[in-house]
């Protein structure tokens, strides 16, 4: 079955390290995202792609980059990690057409401390 | 630039009971979305909807749109203890999915 993945599941680092979030999907979306959520904030959007090569950045893209080499992957990379950033973070994708739904990954829990 | 809104952030309520919640969006949107996420997990999807007027219902849950009002709701009807977690509406414009803050919906037995 296709499904979408993200790893580590949980995540403690130092102030000032750079951290990578890996995301893999296997249903071949052209769509990918990378979402935090914090509380009282609900999801915001970090960074999308709408496809190898592409990437754009969303409402809270400070701080935080992503490339997409290949369909499959988009990883999330903290350049230098600050404890604003400790957080969970959801990784999604879709293909981007009508009535087409997203799909969740099961999270990354990072801590900064 | 695309802006949520949900409400009431918060709903304590009996079994039994019907109640609504809402959702504003302040652009014209491609899609909206209905999402459930249980404590520590990850999000389900519940509903897409595409156009002004539709209406999609999975067992006590039912989802419509008014895209002239920019509101989308979620009706509950008859609550049962399993429907407590929380409800996040998100709007598609241009596939850049904007979330709202949530629904903590705690249903008590």
């Known amino acids: 079955d296709a499904e979408i993945t993200q790893s580590p599941r949980h995540k403690i680092t130092e102030t000032g390290r750079q951290v990578t979030l890996a995301c893999h999907q296997t249903?071949?979306?052209?769509?990918m995202f990378w979402y935090r959520q914090d509380l009282g904030h609900g999801l915001r959007l970090i960074h999308y792609?709408?496809?190898?090569?592409?990437?754009n950045k969303g409402e809270v893209s400070d701080g935080y980059s992503v490339s997409r080499s290949n369909t499959e992957d988009l990883p999330l990379t903290l350049e230098s990690a600050a404890s604003s950033q400790t957080s969970v973070y959801f990784c999604?994708?879709?293909?981007?057409?009508?009535?087409?739904?997203?799909?969740f990954g099961p999270g990354t829990r990072l801590t900064v401390t | 630039e695309l802006k949520v809104e949900q409400n009431p952030l918060f709903l304590s309520m009996q079994e039994g009971k019907n109640y609504t919640i809402y959702c504003n969006y302040s652009?014209?949107?491609?899609?909206l979305y209905w999402y459930r996420q249980d404590p520590g997990k990850s999000l389900e999807s519940l509903f897409v909807l595409l156009s002004n007027g539709a209406v999609k219902q999975e067992g006590r849950l039912m989802a419509s749109l008014d895209t002239k009002a920019r509101l989308s709701t979620l009706h509950i009807t008859a609550a049962v203890h399993d429907l407590s977690a929380t409800y996040f509406c998100?709007?598609?414009?241009?596939?850049?999915?904007?979330f709202g803050k949530g629904t903590r919906l705690h249903i008590l037995p």
């Open positions: 999604a994708s879709n293909a981007g057409g009508i009535q087409d739904e997203q799909y």
């Open positions: 998100a709007v598609d414009r241009d596939d850049k999915i904007i």
């Open positions: 792609s709408y496809g190898v090569q592409d990437t």
């Open positions: 652009t014209t949107s491609d899609r």
């Open positions: 249903w071949n979306h052209n769509n």
